[in-house]
């Protein structure tokens, strides 16, 4: 794994040189991920794929266009798919690292943006078929893209985004990983600050 990390430095790079504001919301996301991962039991070694896995969840945003990456207002039909296609450039990116370890991680990018009623990308996987790392940084991700200044959105408030989270809970996110999402929450550097 230690390998694995130093091999994937010059992809951090590239990601903040990139979008900085990416690569804000993967640093949030990576250390929120492993407060997550702690309180959902997860052991170590799965802890350091999470860390690394929720650090570049993003990275395949490298392969996309800025008029769709940075556009100022909601994305048409046909932007909208071309940014779903991030989670399989992650995926390819992290594949492409001669390491054992990548493939781990490479499955968090992939399926980041599953729901457990099989109603997210790329493939459908529903509930238990997701892998949980995905799982924990689905969760993760949405709260942290809630609560930051968007291109196309201003921050949320913590109770406004966890009132929406809990609304698509029986569709969309894992329930049990909620459950320990919202206690953590509450006490975590990361509690959204918006008013």
Known sequence: MNNLVRETVALRSALRERDPDTSDHCNRTRGLSLQLGQACGLMERELRVLSLAAELHDVGKIGVP??????????????????????QKGFDILRSIPNDAAAAVAQVALHHHEAADGSGYPAGLRGEDIPVLARIVAVVDAYD??????PYHQPRSHAQIM?????????????????????????????????
């Open 66 to 87: 800025d008029s769709i990456l940075l556009k100022p207002g909601r994305l048409d039909e046909e932007e909208t798919r071309l940014m779903r296609l991030h989670s």
């Open 163 to 195: 009132h929406i989270l809990r609304e698509q809970q029986p569709f969309k996110y894992d329930a049990q990983v909620l459950s320990h999402f919202g206690r953590i929450i509450e006490r975590s550097e990361f509690r959204a600050r918006a008013a």
């Open 145 to 150: 893209a809630m609560a930051s200044v968007r």
